[in-house]
T-cell receptor, first 112, second 114 residues
Framework: DTEVTQTPKHLVMGMTNKKSLKCEQHMGHRAMYWYKQKAKKPPELMFVYSYEKLSINESVPSRFSPECPNSSLLNLHLHALQPEDSALYLC???????????FGPGTRLLVL | RKEVEQDPGPFNVPEGATVAFNCTYSNSASQSFFWYRQDCRKEPKLLMSVYSSGNEDGRFTAQLNRASQYISLLIRDSKLSDSATYLCVVNMFLFSGGYNKLIFGAGTRLAVHP
């Protein structure tokens, strides 16, 4: 089973709202990732967690705050977003860093 | 120069055609290579890993030439369901940061028509 799940599927939020995106995998993978994808562009890496610790932050603005409560869960907390943050947010996992990544279905975010 | 470059698309081919996608990468320290496919408004799905010896999965054949830093994907007997964007993906070691990162090509769109 190579399933990564994400909730919600769609999210509309105002610029003053606080919301969270959730990602879950039960494959025993120890690396988890957040990506942002704009239309007709490839995914861009945002954050990487390895063994529940933040390994990589690709200079993402602080209005995006990742959290890894346990080895199966990855959250992305959103606060004071801008309309240009509207995108598809993809979660991925891999057995460990550098190995094949499997993507979740994504959360399509619209910031008004 | 982009780290991973792919053929510009779109490729419009009839069913049954053979189509080839090419990709080049800039970092010789790249360690692993993949083709992902992405359907419209869906997530990228792993199509196949690419090995130096070349590998085949049904109608799909992937080749890697490390000396030329070149990756290819061949699709034989195209089906309507093959219509998607194909992403060339390279796992690179970034010396600046001291870590591995997946670098995605911009993708090549394939449209197979009846």
């Amino acid at each position: 089973d190579t399933e990564v799940t994400q909730t919600p599927k769609h999210l509309v939020m105002g610029m003053t709202n606080k919301k969270s995106l959730k990602c879950e995998q039960h494959m025993g993978h120890r690396a988890m990732y957040w990506y942002k994808q704009k239309a007709k562009k490839p995914p861009e890496l945002m954050f990487v967690y390895s063994y529940e610790k933040l390994s990589i932050n690709e200079s993402v603005p602080s209005r995006f705050s990742p959290e890894c409560p346990n080895s199966s869960l990855l959250n992305l907390h959103l606060h004071a977003l801008q309309p240009e943050d509207s995108a598809l947010y993809l979660c991925a996992s891999s057995p460990s860093l550098g190995e094949t990544q499997y993507f979740g279905p994504g959360t399509r975010l619209l910031v008004l | 120069r982009k780290e991973v470059e792919q053929d510009p698309g779109p490729f419009n081919v009839p069913e049954g055609a053979t189509v080839a996608f090419n990709c080049t990468y800039s970092n010789s320290a790249s360690q692993s290579f993949f083709w992902y496919r992405q359907d419209c408004r869906k997530e990228p799905k792993l199509l196949m890993s690419v090995y130096s010896s070349g590998n085949e999965d049904g109608r799909f054949t992937a080749q890697l030439n490390r000396a030329s830093q070149y990756i290819s994907l061949l699709i034989r007997d195209s089906k309507l369901s093959d219509s998607a964007t194909y992403l060339c993906v390279v796992n690179m070691f970034l010396f600046s940061g001291g870590y591995n990162k997946l670098i995605f090509g911009a993708g090549t769109r394939l449209a197979v028509h009846p």
